[in-house]
Every structure is written in C-alpha cells, then in structure tokens.
C-alpha cells in the first residue's frame, strides 16, 4: 500500500486528516487582513459579551455537510465510517449546547460533475434562517483553469461563497501539483475575484504551499488543520520539515491557520488532550493567536471523539489565555477573516 512523507498509508491518511472530505501580517504581527466587507461587519454588536468561558460563542470555520442521496462521495469507500448521510439536523444533534452560532461549510469533494450542485445546495442553506451556515467554502479545480474560470466567475458577487478548496493530499495530486502555471492562475483569479483558498496538504509538502502563496500575493489563504502533522507521527525529521513548512507559510501575510483536524490522527479509544498540544501549541506560536481559527472539521472528528470533546479538549488546552484570546481563536477572527454576518438563527442550549 502507498506510503506518504511520514510512513503512514494512505487509507491511514484519509482517516486520520479526512480533510480528504476535508490574512494578516508577518508572523508575530497580529491584525488580520480584512475585506473592505468584514471591516463594515466586524464589530456587529448584536451578540452578547461572552464573561463565562463555557458560553464562549462558537464560530465553526470547517463544518461538512453531504447527502448521500444527492451526493456521490468516492472517498467515502476509504472511510466506510462516515458513508452515511451527514446533514445539518445531525450537526444540531452534534453541537447542542456548544453555543454554535455561526458556521462555514466546506467543500466534501464531491464528484468533480456535482461541484455546481454542491454549491447550490450550501447557498440556499446559508440564505435561509433555520440553521447557523452563514458562509461556504466550496470545491474547484483550479489545474483546469479555463473551466475554473467559467465556474468560479459564477459566484464573484455571491458574498457567502468565501473561496475554494482543493484537497491536495491525495492520490491524484502529487507534491508538486498546486505548482503547475494553470493551478497558480487559478489561484490569483481567486485573489481577483476576492475569494480565499484552502491549503489542505501533505504535512511534508507544505513549502509548496508557500511556494504557491508567493505567486498569488492577493489571495488570502488557510492552512486546513495546523498543517496535517499526525499527533501519534513522533518522528523528529518529520516534524521538523512540518515545522519548517509552517513558519514558511507563517511568514506571509495572507495565510491564516485553521486550529482543527487533528484529533482526528489522534488515536480514538485512549487520546487525551495532552496528545494534541504540542501540535496546537506550535501552530498557536507560530502564527499568533490572532491569525488562528477554531474548526470542527465535523463530522470527520468523530472518527476520534465527538465534536464536543474536540471543544472542550481545545477549551482545556488554551484555559490559560485571556479570555480575550479565546475569544478570538473560537469567534471573533473568523468573523473578521470571512465578514461573516449575523442571520436571524439562534443556537438552542
Ligand atoms: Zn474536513
């Protein structure tokens, strides 16, 4: 079975990031790079002051959703577990009493034919009022520029559509692939058009990333999942080309990171908080609180634990912060980041 960068397989690899479903300034200097939208929105004053850390407000920048009678998902054969329908009244269910308020949907790589569909689908979810989505992330591929260009033109003045994902870790993309000329036009007509993109990669082949970033100076970028480093993968070299390929992308001013993913490298029946700090810890340093953003990454979580125990292991790591810091990893930087609005939904305790 192939093996990737750090020795694991790949079915391995599409269990623990599934991700596969799956800004700014220097780093060290805070203030994240608005859009001339979040800066009209980012001090909506609607929400209460949150004074008791259990009742932080939520925002969850990485939420999947997928129908599997609308949806054909071909990763869904590696990861028999989450073959099921997962739809929003699941993620009610999921996050109840969590103080969710707002979400952002991201792309589940769906069949490259229904990346229209999908679309639509997470619009008319983030129009309507009964649910929190107020935002998407959706899929593309941008290495088919000339039919990238006619997809995502589409949506240049949709405003819930923040940007694009391609997961870049699996068997059709090699390192090396978000390099070629077309995928890099791509990715500066996102800039053009506003919009954002995922890095969703290999933990090994993050400078390509970075790589990337340089070339397309106007798109603002997210690192999905503190950069994909498996908890349980202790290997020094491993670590230390992850380490190098985060302070890289940390070292350019539109790249944000996502604080997410990784509990699900984390083994499922003994994991512990502890497991995953050194990865959030490093993450959390590198790119300064105020470039960081809590994700669910539901419901590929739940390979590990329920999306509760993610929250509250993050909760337990980062007790030590200011509330203000807190505040802003699980609310208040993705509200500024994407310009997310408020919508008439509330959160049922
Ligand atoms: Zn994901």
């Known amino acids: 079975m192939k ?9 391995d690899f599409v269990r623990r990031t599934l991700t596969a479903a799956g800004a700014a300034a220097t780093a060290g200097n805070s203030a994240l790079m608005l859009s001339d939208s979040a800066k009209l929105t980012a001090a909506e004053p609607k929400e209460k002051p949150v004074t008791d850390p259990n009742a932080f407000l939520i925002v969850d920048t990485h939420q999947h959703l997928w129908d599997v009678s609308k949806f054909t998902l071909a990763w869904h054969k590696e990861a028999p577990k989450l073959a099921k329908s997962h739809v929003m009244s699941d993620y009610f269910a999921a996050t109840r009493g969590l103080n969710v308020t707002k979400t952002v949907y991201m792309e589940v790589d769906v069949d490259p034919g229904q990346q ?10 983030c129009q309507r009022d009964d649910n929190p989505m107020v935002a998407a992330v959706i899929s593309g591929r941008p290495a088919d520029h000339d039919t990238f260009k006619n997809y995502i033109s589409k949506y240049k003045d949709t405003p819930q559509i923040k940007g694009v994902r391609q997961v870049l870790h699996g068997d059709g993309t090699p390192a090396g692939f978000c390099l070629a000329p077309t995928f890099v036009k791509s990715v500066q007509l996102l800039g053009d058009l506003g919009k954002s993109f995922d890095l969703c990669m290999r933990s090994g082949e993050l400078l390509d990333g970075e790589k990337l970033v340089a070339q397309c100076p106007k798109t603002r970028f997210i690192v999905d999942h503190c950069g994909n480093m498996s908890v349980q993968d202790l290997d020094e070299k491993h670590r230390a080309v992850w380490m190098t390929g985060m302070k890289a992308l940390a070292q350019r ?26 990865n959030i810890r490093f993450t959390l340093e590198t790119f300064g609180i105020d470039r960081c953003i809590f994700a669910s990454d539901w419901p590929v979580c739940t390979l590990t634990a329920p999306l509760k125990d993610w929250v509250d292991a993050l909760k337990s790591i980062v007790r030590d912060r200011s509330s ?26």
């Open 3 to 11: 093996t990737y960068h750090s020795g694991i397989t790949r079915r």
């Open 116 to 125: 229209v569909k999908e679309a639509e689908y997470v619009l008319d979810l």
């Open 253 to 278: 001013s539109n790249v944000i990171c996502k604080i997410s993913g990784i509990i699900a490298s984390a083994k499922p029946d003994s994991w512990k908080p502890a497991d995953l700090e050194p």
């Open 324 to 349: 203000a810091d807190q505040r802003k990893l699980f609310h208040d930087n993705a509200v500024k980041f994407y310009g997310l609005k408020n919508k008439a939904w509330k959160a049922k305790t």
